[in-house]
């Protein structure tokens, strides 16, 4: 446990930090789940659409420092090419 102040409001911090975090995880593993559900299903459009929604989403959850800048440019190159490869 902290004993000094500054590591009370640092352990606080960290508390409602994590939280945070956790949501921005969960918001990104939903949107890269809507693009991958979509091309499951087969269609194009739908997989298109969910795209545009989740390239902001991981580029935000990378610039917060969630995930690495890398890993999110990552998944969103693979998705992106696994939605154009759909129209052959």
Do not use: F, Y
Request: proline residues 1%; glycine residues 4%; without cysteine.
């Amino acid at each position: 446990m902290a004993n000094t102040k500054s590591a009370k409001k640092a352990a606080r911090q960290a508390i409602r930090r994590t939280e945070v975090n956790k949501a921005r995880t969960s918001r990104a593993r939903t949107a890269v789940r809507s693009v991958e559900d979509a091309i499951k299903s087969g269609d194009k459009e739908a997989a298109a659409t969910a795209l545009r929604g989740a390239s902001p989403v991981l580029a935000r959850t990378a610039q917060k420092g969630v995930l690495h800048k890398k890993t999110a440019s990552r998944k969103i190159s693979r998705l992106t090419a696994r939605v154009k490869a759909m129209a052959n």
